[in-house]
C-alpha cells in the first residue's frame, strides 16, 4: 500500500502515541504536536487513512483515533500485545518511549566498519549524532548491542550506529555465576570493622544483616564517603543503601541484569527456602560476558 511521507508520519505517531497511552483514543492535536503539522492537516488527512482501514475514529468529548491491526501490518510493526519488551539506553540513561523494532546489521562483513541500522517506535528526535545507544537484551537470542550514532533518518525512524559492542548472553542461570556462602556485615558494626572485613575477603559490596535478616547494602564507595567526613567509627547501618534485591536460583542472567539497571544496584542476593546461598555482583556478570 503506497501511503504519502504525512500520512506515514501520522501513522507511526499515532502508533507510538498508543503504546505510550494504552487504549484510549488519541487527539489529533497530539499527533499534530509530535510530527510539527497544524491539527487541520491531520484531520483532513485522518480522513483518508479511516477510509484504507489503517485507522478508526471514536466519537465523543474523550473521542480521537485508534490504529488498526492493518495500520501495524502496513508499517511493519509489531502489536505491542505480542512483543517483548526490549530496553533502550541512551548515554546510559534508560529512555522508556522508545521501542526498538528492527536491527539490521549493514556491514556485518566487514568487521573494522561493522554498523547497524535499528529502527525505533518512537520520538527518534531526542538521539544525537555522537549519542552512545544500548539495546538489549533482546529476546530469544539475548543480544545487547553498544554503537556510537553516525546517523538519523526521520522518514524510516531508525539511526545508523557505528557499533562499539555486541555480546550475546548466555543462556544460564544466576545460580551458575553466583559467589557462594555469602559475606555479610553487621549493622551495628563500625564502618571500619565493616571495611576491614569486605576488604580481606576482596570484595567491594556485601549485604548488611541485622537480627538474622538482610536490611541493605554496604560499599566501599560508601566506606570512603565515612573516611572523608571521619566517621569510620560509626554503624555502617548509618552508610547503607537501604535496597536489598533478592532472586531465586533460576533467575536468568538476562532478568539479573534487568534487575541490577532498574533498581540501581550492583548485587543481588540469590535466595533459597528464605536463605540467602550466594551473590551475583555487576562484576560477576561483566567477567562471564568477557572473559578473554
Known amino acids: 500500500m503506497e501511503l504519502t511521507q504525512i500520512q506515514r508520519d501520522i501513522l507511526l505517531a499515532l502508533i507510538t502515541l498508543a503504546r505510550q497511552k494504552g487504549p484510549v483514543a488519541i487527539k489529533g492535536e497530539e499527533i499534530a504536536e509530535i510530527i510539527n503539522r497544524n491539527p487541520g492537516t491531520v484531520r483532513n488527512q485522518m480522513q483518508a487513512l479511516r477510509a484504507l482501514g489503517l485507522v478508526e475514529g471514536v466519537p465523543g468529548p474523550k473521542g480521537g483515533y485508534r490504529p488498526t491491526a492493518k495500520s501495524y501490518e502496513v508499517m511493519s510493526i509489531t502489536p505491542a500485545e ?4 526490549v530496553p533502550v539506553y541512551i548515554n546510559g540513561e534508560l529512555v522508556e518511549d522508545l ?11 566487514h568487521p573494522e566498519v561493522c554498523q547497524a541500522n535499528i529502527r525505533l517506535i518512537g520520538d527518534i528526535k ?3 549524532i555522537g549519542d552512545v545507544v544500548r539495546i538489549g537484551p533482546t529476546p530469544v537470542n539475548e543480544l545487547v548491542l553498544v554503537g556510537e550514532v553516525v ?9 545508523l550506529c557505528s557499533i562499539i559492542e555486541m555480546v550475546s548472553m548466555p543462556k ?11 559475606i555479610t556485615v553487621k549493622a551495628d558494626d563500625s564502618v571500619l570493622e565493616s571495611t576491614k572485613k569486605m576488604v580481606a575477603a576482596g570484595i567491594v559490596n556485601a549485604p548488611v544483616e541485622s537480627d538474622g ?4 547494602l554496604f560499599t566501599l564507595r560508601e566506606a570512603a564517603k565515612a573516611l572523608s567526613e571521619n566517621r569510620v567509627n560509626y554503624p555502617t547501618a548509618d552508610y547503607m543503601a537501604r535496597k536489598v534485591v533478592l532472586v531465586p536460583p533460576d533467575t536468568s542472567l538476562r532478568e539479573a541484569i534487568s534487575l541490577m539497571n532498574e533498581n540501581r544496584v550492583r548485587l543481588l542476593v540469590v535466595v533459597e527456602n528464605n536463605r540467602p546461598v550466594g551473590v551475583i555482583t555487576e562484576t560477576n556478570v561483566l567477567r562471564e560476558l568477557t572473559p578473554f
Open 172 to 182: 544460564k542461570t544466576v545460580s551458575e555465576y553466583m559467589k557462594s556462602p555469602v
Open 126 to 128: 531526542k538521539i544525537n
Open 151 to 159: 546517523g538519523r533518518d526521520d522518514t524510516q525512524n531508525s539511526v
Open 213 to 216: 535478616k538482610l536490611i541493605g
Open 99 to 109: 521501542v526498538p523494532e528492527e536491527i539490521d546489521f549493514t556491514t556485518l562483513r
Open 82 to 85: 505480542t512483543e517483548a519488551p
